[in-house]
């Protein structure tokens, strides 16, 4: 039996402002009507409160609780509360640990530019931003909303920013037919992660 830990996954990096949320917005219905279950992981540098003071769910979390799973028929949404560690950034591996593998087909992340993933760089040269892709190994499309001279010296496919359909078609074809390694790049990083990611 494959452990829970077992959902490919490809993430979205470029510098603020690239778009990356705007293009998963377009990107992710094609996935959908293609079958696929879609998971997506966002990190942000921004204090977040998706919640409003009236709410039983906000005062039950500011009542001092560490973890909150308000549960509907239509939706579950969990809450982490750390009270101890204000300053704590969260690992990509922390993050993909909360998802219910059972229920994804992939996960796209967005954000967490730094970590150890696959990755399609969205990319504007008018911006005058630096071409992660020139240093980030792990980095195999560039989505840019201008055509590119030249990439980095290694295969690196180019998209077109502006056509969410073709960037999909690429995430299923990568889905379909990259490494194991490459899919699962996250788990195989992470020692804790590569040990739950064996074939039980």
């Not at 917005?25 to 696929?36: D, R």
């Not at 009270?83 to 993909?96: A, G, Q, Y």
């Not at 630096?130 to 980095?152: Q, R, T």
């Not at 295969?155 to 037919?177: D, K, T």
């Amino acid at each position: 039996m494959q452990h829970s830990l077992s959902t490919p996954v490809i993430g979205f990096a470029g510098f603020s402002g690239s778009g990356k949320t705007t293009l998963l917005e377009c990107v992710i219905p094609h996935l959908k009507a293609a079958g696929l279950r879609v998971g997506l992981l966002k990190h942000s540098h921004h204090e977040i409160e998706p919640d409003s003071p009236r709410k039983d769910s906000y005062r039950l979390r500011y009542a001092g609780s560490d973890q909150l799973l308000l549960a509907t028929s239509k939706r579950h949404m969990l809450f982490f509360e750390y009270h101890d560690t204000p300053e704590r950034e969260p690992s990509l591996h922390e993050c993909l640990i909360q998802l219910d593998h059972s229920r994804l087909d992939i996960i796209l992340v967005e954000g967490f530019r730094d970590e150890v993933l696959t990755k399609i760089e969205v990319y504007r040269p008018s911006y005058g931003k630096p071409k992660l892709h020139a240093e980030d190994a792990n980095i195999v499309a560039v989505a840019s909303d201008e055509p590119l001279d030249s990439l980095a010296p290694r295969e690196i496919h180019s998209l077109n920013l502006n056509n969410a359909e073709e960037i999909a078609l690429f995430v299923r074809h990568w889905l379909a037919n990259a490494s194991d390694e490459e899919k699962y790049l996250p788990y195989f990083n992470d020692k804790t992660a590569r040990t739950a990611h064996t074939i039980e």
